[in-house]
């Protein structure tokens, strides 16, 4: 198990409180996630790799290699600039690497928060997911790129047979399966006391969103991840369990506007 808490760099100065921590589970040989946690540049991702043990662990860690090295920003537009950049490069290093592999399958999903003064985006592709607490709810903003999830907009399935159907795991999209990642985007306004929490499906197979919404409110950043991760663990943690968990905490009143490019698609904020 590795854990994160809040950064030492800049204390006093970042208006962020963070906590990290990810867990190979009870049942899976090898950590097949990666996470990515740089508060002092507004940006939080969790990637879970799929293709087996080696090249599932390395298609994560791919994906977080580039995240981790987008670096300061000058604005909102130009942090999601990078990120896109990261995340081609990542898919292109990962399509270079099936084919090396005579075509073994491997990809990531992503899920990334980037926060830029008062405004946050969130960037995802498959099933890791991203909540935001707020004013005493919880609210997934993130949309699963599953099999499942396409039968239940369409009336096919209920949610609750979603839950327990066998393909619920099956993603539609990922990093690296194709030759451009389709990324979709929400962004709104951040506010004081806001939480905001990315998992890998390892949390969301075993616990509640009112027992996420119950915890992250009653502990801090790194208790919380702690504790999720242990209630995972004591109901039998079937996958590799990855949570980050970020609290906003200082008011400012500068204003910015998240710039979505072609590759993405803006979803409409609640």
Same mark, same amino acid.
């Given at each position: 198990?590795?854990?994160?808490?809040?950064?030492?760099?800049?204390?006093?100065?970042?208006?962020?409180?963070?906590?990290?921590?990810?867990?190979?589970?009870?049942?899976?040989?090898?950590?097949?996630?990666?996470?990515?946690?740089?508060?002092?540049?507004?940006?939080?991702?969790?990637?879970?790799?799929?293709?087996?043990?080696?090249?599932? @662990?390395? /298609?994560?860690?791919?994906?977080?290699? #580039?995240?981790? &090295?987008?670096? *300061?920003? !000058? $604005?909102?537009?130009?942090? =999601?600039?990078?990120?896109?950049?990261?995340?081609?490069? @990542?898919? /292109?290093?990962?399509?270079?690497?099936? #084919?090396?592999? &005579?075509?073994? *399958?491997? !990809? $990531?999903?992503?899920?990334? =928060?980037?926060?830029?003064?008062?405004?946050?985006?969130?960037?995802?592709?498959?099933?890791?997911?991203?909540?935001?607490?707020?004013?005493?709810?919880?609210?997934?903003?993130?949309?699963?790129?599953?099999?499942?999830?396409?039968?239940?907009?369409?009336?096919?399935?209920?949610?609750?047979?979603?839950?327990?159907?066998?393909?619920?795991?099956?993603?539609?999209?990922?990093?690296?399966?194709?030759?451009?990642?389709?990324?979709?985007?929400?962004?709104?306004?951040?506010?004081?006391?806001?939480?905001?929490?990315?998992?890998?499906?390892?949390?969301?197979?075993?616990?509640?969103?009112?027992?996420?919404?119950?915890?992250?409110?009653?502990?801090?950043?790194?208790?919380?991840?702690?504790?999720?991760?242990?209630?995972?663990?004591?109901?039998?943690?079937?996958?590799?369990?990855?949570?980050?968990?970020?609290?906003?905490?200082?008011?400012?009143?500068?204003?910015?506007?998240?710039?979505?490019?072609?590759?993405?698609?803006?979803?409409?904020?609640?």
């Amino acid at each position: 198990m590795s854990d994160l808490g809040q950064n030492d760099l800049g204390r006093t100065a970042l208006p962020f409180e963070t906590g990290a921590v990810s867990h190979v589970g009870r049942v899976r040989s090898a950590n097949e996630d990666n996470l990515v946690v740089r508060p002092e540049f507004g940006i939080w991702a969790v990637a879970d790799g799929m293709g087996g043990h080696e090249n599932g @662990a390395l /298609a994560s860690a791919t994906v977080a290699a #580039a995240i981790e &090295n987008i670096g *300061p920003t !000058g $604005s909102a537009p130009d942090l =999601l600039a990078r990120l896109e950049a990261a995340v081609l490069q @990542a898919n /292109a290093e990962i399509r270079r690497r099936i #084919a090396e592999g &005579n075509g073994a *399958p491997m !990809g $990531s999903t992503l899920a990334v =928060l980037l926060v830029h003064d008062r405004h946050f985006a969130c960037v995802w592709c498959g099933d890791s997911r991203i909540y935001l607490v707020r004013a005493g709810q919880i609210l997934q903003l993130s949309r699963d790129h599953t099999e499942v999830q396409d039968l239940v907009e369409r009336g096919v399935l209920t949610p609750a047979e979603a839950k327990v159907s066998p393909r619920r795991h099956v993603i539609t999209r990922a990093i690296g399966v194709h030759e451009q990642p389709e990324l979709d985007l929400d962004s709104g306004e951040i506010e004081d006391g806001d939480v905001f929490l990315l998992c890998s499906d390892g949390l969301t197979e075993h616990v509640a969103e009112d027992e996420i919404l119950a915890t992250v409110e009653e502990r801090g950043a790194q208790q919380a991840c702690n504790a999720l991760l242990q209630l995972t663990l004591q109901r039998g943690a079937r996958d590799n369990v990855t949570v980050i968990v970020m609290r906003y905490t200082r008011r400012e009143n500068r204003t910015t506007r998240w710039m979505p490019n072609m590759r993405m698609q803006e979803t409409d904020t609640p």
